[in-house]
């Protein structure tokens, strides 16, 4: 065969074995985190499982190129987000504000009219934020998870400030959504 047909060779080291038990730890430190951002982006379950299936490739592959110049939070939420967005690029549109399948966790001191109350508000603000724009959505969703500014501009490749603005928009058209006054 010519040049033209060869094939380039693969750096194999970015292939490297990850440690089982990092990515277990990680998995299981991050992720109901990752379940939570994975239904801003899907309300249908199988999709949504889909898509934790995907992050948790990515992250696998990913972890070992982790040199810790960030935390591991912060990496984790950029892997995450980066494969969310390619999940909803590969779709070929936004998602919906599509009502999502209800899941419950039953505290069995709670009667059951006041479970059916948390969850109807519950899906409502799920599907609110899947409506909101998705730069209001991502900011939204991380500071939803507790990260600073700082570790959400990170995470988004933004300036602290930049976060600030799009979060203070984002909540305004949250409460626009839900009608709820300021």
Same mark, same amino acid.
């Given at each position: 065969?010519?040049?033209?047909?060869?094939?380039?060779?693969?750096?194999?080291?970015?292939?490297?074995?990850?440690?089982?038990?990092?990515?277990?730890?990680?998995?299981?430190?991050?992720?109901?985190?990752?379940?939570?951002?994975?239904?801003?982006?899907?309300?249908? *379950?199988?999709?949504?499982?889909?898509?934790?299936? !995907?992050?948790?490739? @990515?992250?696998? +592959? =990913? #972890? /070992?190129?982790?040199?810790?110049?960030?935390?591991?939070?912060?990496?984790?939420?950029?892997?995450?987000?980066?494969?969310?967005?390619?999940?909803?690029?590969?779709?070929?549109?936004?998602?919906?504000?599509?009502?999502?399948?209800?899941?419950?966790?039953?505290?069995?001191?709670?009667?059951?009219? *006041?479970?059916?109350?948390?969850?109807?508000?519950? !899906?409502?603000?799920? @599907?609110?934020? +899947? =409506? #909101? /724009?998705?730069?209001?959505?991502?900011?939204?969703?991380?500071?939803?998870?507790?990260?600073?500014?700082?570790?959400?501009?990170?995470?988004?490749?933004?300036?602290?400030?930049?976060?600030?603005?799009?979060?203070?928009?984002?909540?305004?058209?949250?409460?626009?959504?839900?009608?709820?006054?300021?």
């Amino acid at each position: 065969m010519g040049d033209d047909h060869e094939f380039e060779r693969v750096d194999d080291s970015v292939f490297e074995r990850v440690d089982d038990l990092e990515f277990e730890r990680v998995l299981e430190e991050f992720g109901p985190a990752l379940r939570r951002l994975a239904g801003s982006y899907e309300s249908n *379950s199988s999709r949504r499982d889909d898509l934790v299936q !995907e992050i948790a490739i @990515a992250l696998w +592959r =990913a #972890l /070992p190129r982790f040199r810790g110049e960030s935390s591991m939070r912060t990496f984790v939420f950029r892997i995450a987000h980066n494969r969310a967005l390619t999940h909803v690029w590969r779709r070929g549109r936004v998602p919906s504000a599509e009502v999502s399948e209800a899941e419950h966790v039953t505290d069995p001191a709670e009667s059951p009219e *006041s479970q059916l109350a948390r969850g109807q508000r519950r !899906e409502r603000l799920d @599907a609110a934020i +899947r =409506a #909101l /724009p998705i730069v209001h959505r991502q900011v939204l969703t991380l500071a939803l998870e507790d990260l600073s500014h700082a570790e959400i501009g990170s995470v988004l490749g933004l300036r602290e400030n930049a976060v600030a603005v799009r979060l203070t928009r984002a909540r305004q058209a949250l409460r626009a959504a839900l009608g709820v006054s300021a």
